[in-house]
């Protein structure tokens, strides 16, 4: 459980590896449920985040515009699965072109194919998109 809430990504898992360390009474029960009171906390991220941002904040900067506003558009909608037949009527481009902006993502580990044209948004990257959204309208 706690895997798939770090969406399997070694630098989140690193972080939570080095808390539970740092806390050796703590059980991975205990960090679920810090991690659950966390995400209630609307829009602030927890100190010990940052660590666990920095490589989605250097993946961010080496997207394109249109990864990045694909990316934005399905956190914002919470989505988990994206189907390229619904981004590109969300974004009015070509669905060709869109297979390629959403394969591109899948080669930077952004999200994870599922079958020809469906693929997942992983949770943390989800999180991290729809902050990132929120930050830049408000």
Do not use: N
Request: charged share 25%; hydrophobic share 45%.
């Amino acid at each position: 459980m706690l895997l798939e809430r770090l969406s399997r990504l070694p630098g989140p898992i690193r972080v939570i590896g080095g808390k539970l360390s740092s806390r050796p009474h703590w059980t991975i029960g205990m960090v679920l449920l810090q991690m659950e009171r966390e995400s209630k906390l609307d829009g602030v991220i927890p100190s010990d985040c940052a660590a666990m941002l920095a490589p989605l904040i250097a993946a961010e900067e080496q997207l394109s515009d249109p990864e990045r506003r694909m990316l934005r558009c399905f956190a914002r909608q919470d989505a988990e699965v994206i189907d390229s037949h619904h981004a590109a009527e969300m974004s009015g481009a070509d669905p060709g072109e869109i297979e390629l902006v959403l394969e591109s993502l899948t080669g930077v580990h952004l999200i994870e194919p599922l079958v020809l044209g469906r693929y997942r948004l992983p949770q943390f990257v989800r999180l991290y998109f729809r902050l990132r959204t929120e930050a830049l309208t408000t």
